[in-house]
């Protein structure tokens, strides 16, 4: 299989992460692109229309994407623990935990680009603080059900790592941590998991 991803993008970090988790890191060649919203990448474009990162291509050929379906087709792949719960509940929490999690990146590399790619002068503060406020209440909701996690590492868990990840790596000076040590703490533990380490952001 072949990942297309930047070793800056969180969504493509989720992949890569599940890759590791679930032992099959050594069948998928990951191929480091770039992505802009405003230059076309023409290679992407020909495998997704979107021009987004992750892309994975198939064995059979197949191209899949976002985060989430990619994720979950490699989950399918492997006899280890599951890292999408198969029915009832606890599917439920997994999936909705994972939309949590992608929201609040939405949100955090929305306003990554509004920073880093839109002229200063046409900037929009208002818009740019609607934005830190999904980011605020996203992880607030985070930091209140960290507790209940345990040990698990799913796709809910693995999703909200790779939130705190780019937090630190792009907005590191707002300092999510000051009013969550819970989440705190909890992202200090599973940073240690080899999966996490191998694809800290750079
Ligand atoms: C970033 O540089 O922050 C970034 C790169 C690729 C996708 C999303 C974000």
Redesign the pocket.
Known sequence: MKLWH?P?????RKVRIVARETGLSARITEIGTT?SPVKVNSELARSNPLVK?PVLETDDGETLYDSAVICEYLDSLHENTQLFPAHGAMRWQALRLQALGDGILDAA?LS?YELAVRPQPLQWMEWLQGQQAKIDGGLDALAQEAGSWGRGFGIGQITAACVLG?LD??FADRNWRATRPQLAAWFADVAQRPSVSATVPA
């Open positions: 930047n800056a993008s969180p969504f493509a992505v990162i590399v990554r780019y790596f792009r």
